[in-house]
């Protein structure tokens, strides 16, 4: 199993380390050419979105990644990674990859005061722990996803085919089974 | 909410700016410009390090409505600063939500024995430090990320360098150590036991540690990140310079490929003026030193 994880900011090797935990094979994306040769699956980590979605960009980078998603390529988005899947960001003009049928809002629950953690199902998993760190929503999903996990009403983890998107940050608790359904997804591929 | 858990959701969001750059802006004007140049969050202040070395006189917390200002001007976290000690500053911070507060040497010292209580607040801090020591004492005391001090408003790297390296190697001298040498270790640091057994089982601060003071280039902060920098603060370096925007970029860019020396070569053209800075010898004002 090998799994690529973007490396432009972010809280990219806190996903390594999970990873590696899992047994699994990592490689950090900086660059285009980085992303060369055969992966099982695509990690977007959580930071910034509007920094990666740049980075992303101006690498020449977005282009190779959405067509590898469009060809199956199983993508696992954290936060930051969620806003730049999404086909529409409700309060930004922004349009990064825009290939998961979802409105998302941005800062859902405000500024760090609003951060917070909870516990809650996500799809076939119980009482998971969620770190919510300005974190987004989705707002609406379209045909074909599958809502994985409300918290307060709102939809907080969701699933669209190859794309696997969360507003919390698996990545920052102890748990990994939320990897390791990424990890499933990207084996039945 | 447990203060613990605050803590926890407070170095979080500090893992969360990591590989990037925080960058130091007087206006809404140029807090758009650094979030459009790829900056992770901005450090709002009145005047940038560079301008309160030359202005002189006590130096304060930013006027609340022009830092709401720039808060309201991007998207990206906001961050600002109130004195060593001033408890009341960061109080007034706290009230108009900003994302980070950082106790900052570069303003006056409001108190010249005592930290702030970090504990007490639910907004996260940030602090300089020199040494190992000075970053623990910070962290007991309630900060969920640390800085090195560097020399702010100077454009050299210098110190930046100095503590960096300082700091690392007294990790790798704790993760050396005996069990049983640790507690001794904790009374030279002055620190809480605690925090000295978490360095030498983890060989990292506990919290994240970015560099800050004097980083003007892109080569500054592609070397304070192989020298081990989680991310960079740029202050004046970007906004004292002949084409900000440009260099603002090229320093995220810098940040993300700071191992790669052709990437680095390629951003380090053409740049414009960097900022003209000040010599480590010519400093009348050690801002480092304030608060230990």
Redesign the interface.
């Known amino acids: 199993m090998r799994i690529a994880v973007f490396a432009l900011q972010g809280a990219f090797i806190e996903h390594e380390q999970v990873l590696a935990k899992l047994g699994a094979e990592t490689r950090e994306i900086r660059k285009r050419s980085d992303f060369s040769g055969s992966f099982d699956g695509v990690i977007l980590p959580g930071g910034e979105s509007t920094v990666q979605g740049k980075l992303l960009r101006e690498g020449g980078m977005l282009e190779p990644l959405r067509e590898a998603i469009e060809g199956g390529l199983p993508v696992f988005g954290t936060c930051a990674g969620m806003i730049l899947l999404a086909e529409k960001i409700s309060n930004d003009e922004s349009v990064y990859l825009g290939t998961m049928s979802a409105v998302v809002r941005r800062n859902a629950y405000g500024r760090q005061l609003g951060s917070f953690r909870t516990r809650e199902t996500f799809g076939p998993i119980d009482d998971f722990p969620m770190v919510f760190i300005r974190g987004p929503i989705f707002e609406q999903v379209g045909e074909g996803v599958e809502v994985l996990s409300r918290v307060d009403g709102n939809i907080v983890a969701a699933r669209q085919g190859n794309m696997l998107a969360t507003a919390f940050h698996p990545e920052l608790t102890e748990d990994t089974r939320v990897h390791e359904y990424f990890l499933g997804m990207a084996e039945g591929r | 909410?447990q203060r613990n858990?605050r803590f926890?959701?407070?170095k979080?969001?500090a893992?969360?700016?990591?590989?990037?750059v925080i960058m130091d802006v007087t206006t809404p004007e140029q807090a758009r410009i650094a979030?459009r140049a790829?900056?992770?969050?901005v450090m709002a202040l009145e005047r940038i390090p560079a301008d309160i070395r030359a202005a002189g006189g006590v130096s304060r917390m930013s006027d609340p409505k022009m830092i709401k200002g720039i808060r309201d001007a991007v998207?990206?976290?906001v961050m600002a600063k109130c004195r060593i000690g001033h408890f009341v500053e960061a109080q007034i911070l706290e009230a108009i939500?900003?994302?980070?507060i950082d106790e900052s040497e570069v303003l006056s010292p409001a108190d010249d024995k005592f930290h702030i209580d970090k504990t007490q607040f639910?907004?996260?801090f940030v602090c300089g430090a020199r040494d190992l020591g000075e970053a623990l004492r910070r962290i007991g005391e309630g900060a969920s990320m640390i800085r090195t001090k560097g020399e702010p408003g100077t454009g050299d790297v210098v110190q930046a360098v100095r503590h960096m390296r300082m700091m690392n190697s007294q990790i790798r001298e704790l993760v050396s150590m005996r069990e049983d040498e640790l507690y001794e270790q904790a009374k030279e640091l002055r620190v809480p036991f605690e925090l000295v057994q978490f360095v030498h089982d983890h060989g990292k601060l506990p919290v994240v540690n970015f560099a800050a003071g004097g980083i003007a280039t892109p080569a500054d902060a592609a070397l304070m990140m192989q020298l081990g920098a989680e991310g960079v603060f740029v202050g004046s370096g970007i906004f004292k310079s002949g084409d900000p925007e440009k260099r603002a970029r090229a320093i995220?860019?810098a940040?993300?490929?700071y191992d790669?020396p052709h990437?680095l070569a390629s951003l380090s053209e053409d740049l414009g003026e960097a900022m003209v800075g000040i010599n480590e010898q010519e400093i009348a004002l050690l801002m480092a030193e304030r608060g230990k």
């Not at chain 2, 790829?38 to 969050?41: I, Q, R, S, W």
């Open positions: 909410m858990e926890e959701l407070n979080n969001l893992q969360m700016l990591k590989g990037g979030e790829g900056a992770c969050a998207s990206i976290p939500e900003i994302d980070y639910s907004v996260p995220v860019q940040v993300t490929n790669d990437i």
